[in-house]
């Protein structure tokens, strides 16, 4: 209620004070949200789903929740993912997703300056990789900022010990993530007591930076339930790195496709527009090229990358075909800016048909300034933390297709809503009215013709054939009867009606002259895990949202049905 009140014409105290209320809300859920799992942990009671996930995609989520914050602090944000680690994977992604939330969102918050770099690999590739490494070098890192040997956070590790790494089932994957910091430190007298429940480095932390002090121990708790281990090196001043452990099957064979082929429709619209297209990366610092690398590679992209403008000239004018897009870090133009200059002269000159330029930026409004003085040519900032979604929309809008794609960065989501919800006639199925209210009201914002009804009951004889619906959301939960009965009794008496029209028992101008009828039912659910996809597959939903409305998720849902 409060987000809608946001969108309704305030004074600047006010929106104040409505943005303050917010916070507060969110906080305090968040707050409920692990104390109950606190409690759920102690009596045995916390189960974990078993359902298919695209782990890059919630990476992603995650990036986009912290990204805000990291680019106030000027703190630079990456995630990198192995290409061995499979595209799909079966486990809970609401629990690992928060495992991740929860170490990020303490590298987030008592990190000042430098970076926070999430890895993620399958746990035999560190095995081998830690044979090659001979040394450790603490500066060869994302922002140049020392960091804590991260071999030291898994030294521990019975996985890393033979009898540990062997899993019984062959479809296992074994992953292990990393979450580095460059910022405080946990002192050492504290570091015993890390993952004890309400533990605290000391009363001041919690003033300072908020916090119950159970995040952890309801970390190192689901990790253990996804037979993995937890563990982390802190030097203070330096910074800290956790590193955790998780055994999920691999989702390649699954018959659950559901979820995967709506992922990947998402992510193939885009990297199909940009396969075999070229970039040329320019960036000294390896670990942080390896990042841009990974995610401009995402789509399809072939990358080079050049440590400095001149290799990077020798580079476009030696090859054979074209590069299509040059992405400069920020830091290397900043440096040397009649290098800068030199190079976009010259690129101009050599290059077969010049490449379009981008710079990697981590805070926006020094890039911004710095595009303007730079004054050499027209750059295009792509803000960090980079994410395929992100990068895909910065580069449509710069290379001539903005108005395609996948519009998942804050500004185009509501108007693309709008196109597609516009004159829209949607059934609201939910028997609470706060729900309905606000459902009504965040569809309404974008121009749908809302209906509401509170019973299942209700929603059967609305959407009885012949209607002008275009869409449902139906909550799950309800009294009488609950959202996976009604839609299956809507589907059978489609079904009913579709035969009858088919063996010509029905006149087809009788029903709108439509001969198959399937109006799309969206699931509305608080709690993502009871809507697990086989259930709302198994009685015919097309798919669901989560409450309240995210406008991202909204959007890729309905982009679905809707043209």
Not at 249 to 257: A, D, I, L, M, P
Not at 365 to 382: E, P
Not at 503 to 511: C, P
């Amino acid at each position: 209620m409060l987000h809608m009140l946001i969108d309704t014409d305030l004074d600047v105290t006010q929106l104040d004070y409505v943005r303050t209320a917010q916070a507060s809300g969110k906080a305090l859920v968040a707050l409920i949200n692990e104390v109950l799992d606190q409690a759920k942990i102690e009596s045995g009671k916390l189960e974990l789903e078993e359902v298919q996930f695209d782990l890059r995609a919630v990476l992603d989520d995650v990036l986009s929740l912290f990204s805000g914050k990291a680019q106030d602090k000027g703190v630079e944000l990456a995630v990198f993912i192995s290409d061995r680690v499979p595209e799909m994977l079966i486990g809970d992604p609401g629990r690992f997703r928060q495992i991740i939330t929860n170490l990020m969102g303490n590298s987030i918050k008592f990190t000042e300056k430098g970076h926070i770099h999430v890895t993620v690999h399958l746990v035999e590739e560190v095995i081998d990789s830690i044979e090659v490494e001979t040394e450790f070098s603490s500066n060869n890192t994302l922002s140049g900022f020392p960091v804590a040997d991260r071999r030291q956070s898994w030294k521990g590790f019975r996985t890393f010990s033979q009898e540990g790494s062997i899993h019984p089932f062959s479809d296992s994957i074994n992953i292990i993530v990393s979450v580095e910091d460059t910022g405080e430190g946990i002192p050492i007298e504290a570091q015993s007591r890390v993952f004890t429940p309400f533990m605290q480095v000391g009363p001041s932390i919690s003033r300072t930076h908020g916090g119950t002090g159970i995040g952890l121990s309801i970390s190192k708790c689901l990790v253990n339930l996804m037979k993995g281990e937890i563990g982390f090196v802190s030097i203070p001043k330096i910074g800290s790195t956790f590193t955790f452990t998780a055994v999920f099957t691999s989702g390649s064979s699954s018959s659950k496709e559901y979820k995967s082929q709506q992922i990947n429709n998402q992510t193939n619209s885009v990297s199909s527009e940009f396969r075999g297209k070229r970039a040329l990366v320019v960036d000294p610092r390896s670990v942080r090229a390896k990042v841009s690398r990974y995610h401009i590679q995402r789509l399809g992209i072939h990358v080079e990358v050049v440590s400095n403008w001149k290799q990077g000239l020798s580079s476009i004018s030696r090859g054979s075909s074209a590069f299509n897009m040059v992405l400069i870090e920020q830091e290397v133009w900043d440096q040397d800016l009649n290098g800068s200059a030199h190079f976009i002269d010259n690129l101009e000159k050599i290059a077969i048909t010049t490449p379009k330029v981008f710079l990697l930026s981590n805070s926006i409004s020094s890039s911004r300034a710095n595009t303007t003085t730079s004054g050499v040519c027209n750059l295009t900032v792509i803000p960090k933390p980079l994410r395929a979604s992100m990068l895909a929309a910065s580069l449509q809008r710069a290379m001539g297709d903005g108005n395609k794609g996948n519009p998942r960065n804050g500004e185009v989501p509501s108007l693309s809503l709008r196109n597609l919800l516009l004159g829209r006639k949607i059934l609201i199925v939910d028997d609470n009215n706060v729900n309905l209210k606000v459902a009504a009201g965040a569809l309404r914002k974008y121009g749908a013709d809302v209906v509401s009804a509170s019973r299942g009951m209700e929603a059967i004889e609305l959407l009885t054939p012949p209607h002008r619906f275009d869409a449902c959301f139906m909550d799950i939960q309800m009294p009488e009867m609950d959202g996976f009965e009604a839609t299956r009794r809507i589907r059978d008496s489609e079904q009913n009606i579709n035969d009858r029209i088919h063996f010509g028992e029905l006149s087809v101008e009788t029903y709108n002259n439509i001969s198959n009828w399937h109006v799309p039912i969206l699931a509305m659910t608080a709690d993502v895990i009871q809507a697990t996809h086989e259930a709302c597959l198994r009685c015919g939903m097309d798919g669901y949202v989560s409450k309240p409305f995210e406008a991202e998720q909204l959007y890729r849902e309905v982009s679905r049905f809707f043209h």
